[in-house]
């Protein structure tokens, strides 16, 4: 596929700064309602506000690493771009969607693309209840947390917690633990795709507990529903060979 008309993101990072000005002097900048293709200059974090800032879009973004953290990136240069970009493997993701209730019984919606987290907001453990479609399949998870994570997110925070690197075409969720601590052996489960998560906070105002899709948290809250959203899918462009599918290959024989 031809990506002539190009929109340029950049972190506000010094060098993704540098990297913009040379790479719209170089191939121009397209607005978003123009554009055929986004390239992000940045590290994993500002590839994931990109991909929230264009969802529904259905525009395909393509990643240059200028940060720390570059898994969904590709490498940095400035040859050769649109030839780059005709060449490139398409990755399409669907995010998860949070509903987050407080305590004072405000409704709080996000998507995620890589995870949505319930983490401890006091010096004592988190207290916590699990159903999965609607049945009740833990009664009691004393931790400093949990999260439910997508395949592409499950070489983040999950992956730091112990959980299970998923196949990136796979249809599958990974409910992971941050810390357990009662039941001390209990490691997370392995869902379908299409389950409904349901996390209850018990007895928040002596553990109150926080929650949190792509860095966009809620406090105080006391029951946290997430499923899949089909409904929204996310085009990611990798180099040749160097595709997400791939990437967690490697990162399993690392």
Not at 4 to 24: N, Y
Request: some cysteine; glycine content about 8%; hydrophobic content about 45%.
């Amino acid at each position: 596929m031809s990506y002539s008309r190009i929109a340029f993101r950049a972190s506000p990072a010094e060098a993704a700064q540098d990297a913009l000005a040379v790479l719209t002097a170089r191939y121009g900048q397209q607005g978003l309602d123009t554009a055929d293709v986004v390239v992000a200059l940045g590290g994993d974090g500002f590839m994931l506000q990109t991909l929230h800032e264009t969802e529904g879009m259905g525009i395909a973004v393509y990643g240059m690493n200028c940060g720390t953290v570059g898994f969904l990136m590709n490498g940095y240069a400035v040859d050769a771009l649109p030839e780059r970009l005709a060449q490139a493997e398409e990755t399409v993701i669907n995010p998860l969607e949070m509903k987050a209730t407080t305590a004072d019984g405000r409704v709080v919606r996000a998507l995620a693309i890589n995870e949505v987290s319930l983490l401890r907001a006091g010096p004592q453990a988190a207290k916590l209840a699990i159903h999965v479609d609607g049945k009740l399949r833990l009664d009691e998870l004393v931790c400093d947390g949990a999260l439910l994570c997508t395949p592409a997110g499950s070489t983040a925070y999950n992956y730091s917690a112990h959980g299970p690197i998923l196949p990136i075409g796979s249809d599958v969720l990974a409910l992971t633990a941050v810390a357990a601590f009662r039941p001390r052996r209990w490691r997370g489960a392995l869902l379908p795709k299409t389950a409904v998560v349901r996390l209850e906070v018990l007895d928040p105002v002596k553990r109150p507990v926080m929650a949190d899709a792509d860095s966009r948290s809620v406090s105080n809250v006391i029951s946290v529903e997430i499923r899949s959203e089909p409904a929204v899918c996310h085009r990611i462009l990798f180099d040749p060979g160097h595709g997400l599918e791939e990437r967690l290959l490697v990162e399993q024989f690392a």
